[in-house]
């Protein structure tokens, strides 16, 4: 049985997760945002829209569209995407520089409107990181069969999201969510941005 490989160690010297290869656009984003602790409330906004837009899709492909994402979609300003209408899901459905499905488009739009009532009541961080008490979950894996693709605290997220109204948000798509804005440090114990990652989540 073919083994899988979990670490890679680059030509810099440094072991990184297995997930961005070699690719230099893929690493410095390994090593600059994923898993770095997010609470801006606009931001968390912007990587749950894509994170839903990556359904079906590889994150790479979503990475290398994001400035177009941004461009499309107002710098996913939410107060501007909640006042979206038929016109501006057409125009969006023209753009090729994103990923032209209508549900995801509409969704994003409910998913404003609905990060505006949520907003309101306490701020859209408040309440994704109160699903974790506020602070970085350490699950030390080892592995790349250890990361599982969702887990009992995603599940609760992407229910509670969704009966605000947000789509394209089911427990794996949460999940990923929760790992890129550091709400789980999944770095490998052996990557070299695990221990930074760590020290930063029990810093939050």
């Not at 297995?18 to 409330?41: C, L, N, Q, S």
């Not at 968390?44 to 979503?62: C, H, M, P």
């Amino acid at each position: 049985m073919k083994q899988t490989v979990s670490i890679i160690r680059h030509p810099d010297g440094h072991p990184r997760c297995w997930w961005p290869g070699t690719d230099p656009f893929y690493i410095a984003y390994h090593d600059e945002e994923w898993g770095v602790v997010e609470r801006d409330d606009r931001a968390l906004f912007e990587k749950l829209v894509l994170d839903g837009f990556q359904a079906g899709l590889s994150w790479i492909t979503i990475l290398r569209k994001r400035e177009s994402f941004r461009a499309a979609f107002a710098q996913f300003d939410p107060q501007r995407i909640a006042r979206f209408d038929s016109h501006d899901v057409e125009r969006l459905m023209r753009d090729a520089g994103i990923v032209r499905n209508r549900a995801k488009i509409e969704a994003t739009i409910r998913g404003a409107q609905a990060w505006i009532g949520i907003q309101e009541r306490g701020g859209f961080s408040q309440f994704c990181w109160k699903f974790v008490d506020g602070y970085t979950l350490q699950p030390y894996y080892r592995t790349r069969e250890d990361v599982p693709a969702e887990t009992d605290v995603s599940r609760a997220l992407s229910k509670a999201l969704k009966q605000e109204g947000f789509g394209f948000c089911g427990p794996t798509i949460v999940y990923a969510f929760m790992q890129a804005v550091g709400m789980t440090n999944d770095h490998l114990v052996d990557c070299c941005r695990h221990g930074a990652c760590l020290d930063a989540g029990r810093g939050a």
